[in-house]
């Protein structure tokens, strides 16, 4: 049973550039959420997309944005990037009409903004 | 402003003791309570939920939940220095899609 992957592992951009992450689903699940992690911090709500649209939105800037693909898979978009952007990107996916609203997380994106 | 409150720490516990983890929450609609565990330059790892007041076990680990204090913790027993991490705290509501994270307690095990 796959997990959720993520990729790429590790990201290094400079101020102005724009960067894709990626994201497939645990086998089964249809939904998927993207986290902001800072260093000593929780992990902040990005937004959650679920039949291929954007469920909620957390507190972000119209600078990130996001697919969802039709077999799940999602993508997180960040333009113009600004040296606080550097941060542990983190991909959670769950099931929308299971029992529970469990989230299993992916290894992450360490991006690097210079 | 939903919030969800840790002690950061960091706090030791020896080896074979209980390390006892606490997190409340400030939305009384909350429903869903998450346990994850996450060590440094890795992901969250989920290590259990519970939705009912009362205890729930699994293994070493047992969540507690006091809705009318708004309190959640989480106990391990017989602690190995494996448990060294930092355990993230975080709260879901039934109308609301996303978890309220807390900023995570750093335990160390003390051979």
């Known amino acids: 049973d796959a997990g959720v992957t993520q990729s790429p592992t590790h990201l290094i951009k400079t101020r102005g550039q724009q960067v894709t992450l990626r994201c497939s689903p645990k086998?089964?699940?249809?939904?998927v959420s993207w986290y902001q992690q800072a260093l000593g911090q929780g992990p902040q709500f990005i937004f959650q997309y679920y039949e291929e649209e954007e469920r909620q939105r957390g507190n972000f800037p119209d600078r990130f944005s996001g697919h969802q693909f039709p077999n799940y898979s999602s993508e997180l978009n960040v333009n113009a990037l600004l040296l606080g952007d550097s941060a542990l990107y983190l991909c959670a996916s769950s099931l929308a009409s299971g029992a529970t609203d469990t989230q299993y997380f992916g290894p992450g994106t360490r991006l690097t903004v210079l | 402003q939903k919030e969800v409150e840790q002690n950061s720490g960091p706090l030791s516990v020896p080896e074979g003791a209980i390390a006892s983890l606490n997190c409340t929450y400030s939305?009384?609609?909350?429903?869903?309570f998450f346990w994850y565990r996450q060590y440094s330059g890795k992901s969250p790892e989920l290590i259990m939920f519970?939705?009912s007041n009362g205890d729930k076990e699994d293994g070493r680990f047992t969540a507690q939940l006091n809705k009318a204090s708004q309190y959640v913790s989480l106990l391990i027993r017989d602690s190995q220095p494996s448990d060294s991490a930092t355990y993230l705290c975080?709260?879901?509501?039934?109308?609301?899609?996303?978890?309220?994270w807390g900023a995570g307690t750093k335990l160390i095990i003390k051979p």
């Open positions: 519970i939705y």
């Open positions: 086998s089964g699940h249809d939904t």
């Open positions: 975080a709260v879901n509501m039934v109308s609301n899609y996303q978890l309220i």
């Open positions: 939305d009384r609609g909350s429903q869903s």
